[in-house]
């Protein structure tokens, strides 16, 4: 299965983005999807997700101005960034996993098992 993320680009600080993903496969099954994001010689870094039955799970860092949604059984989540500052500029992948996360497995991303190719945001200031 593909995760297939769209809606990056470039923006200036304070504007705002809608980044979609959807699974390729109707019949793939997650448990949890979400999002992560690289910036250029950074680690990966945790930044929202939606687990089946447990609602969504939002980084400190981006608290406040990035709200996840979507739907599990439909395989298809959005991530809504605000007020977008230039420390946001990065590459955005779509994650998914077939097992049950608990909390603090979601910030790591070995514990996924799915990925999409990413989308590139870049925020100028």
């Known amino acids: 299965v593909q995760l297939q993320a769209s809606g990056g680009g470039l923006v200036q600080a304070g504007d705002s983005l809608r980044l979609s993903c959807a699974a390729s496969?109707?019949?793939?099954?997650?448990?949890?999807m979400g999002w992560f994001r690289q910036a250029l010689g950074k680690e990966r870094e945790f930044v929202a997700a939606?687990?089946?039955?447990?609602?969504?799970t939002v980084a400190q860092s981006v608290k406040g101005r990035f709200t996840i949604s979507g739907d599990i059984a439909k395989n298809t989540i959005d991530l809504q960034m605000n007020t977008l500052k230039p420390e946001d500029t990065a590459i955005y992948y779509c994650?998914?996993?077939?097992?049950?996360?608990?909390?603090?497995?979601?910030?790591?991303?070995?514990?996924?098992?799915?990925w999409g190719q990413g989308t590139l945001v870049t925020v100028s200031s």
């Open positions: 994650s998914a996993s077939a097992s049950s996360l608990i909390t603090s497995s979601l910030y790591v991303p070995r514990y996924w098992d799915t």
């Open positions: 939606i687990r089946r039955g447990r609602g969504s």
């Open positions: 496969e109707r019949t793939f099954s997650s448990n949890v």
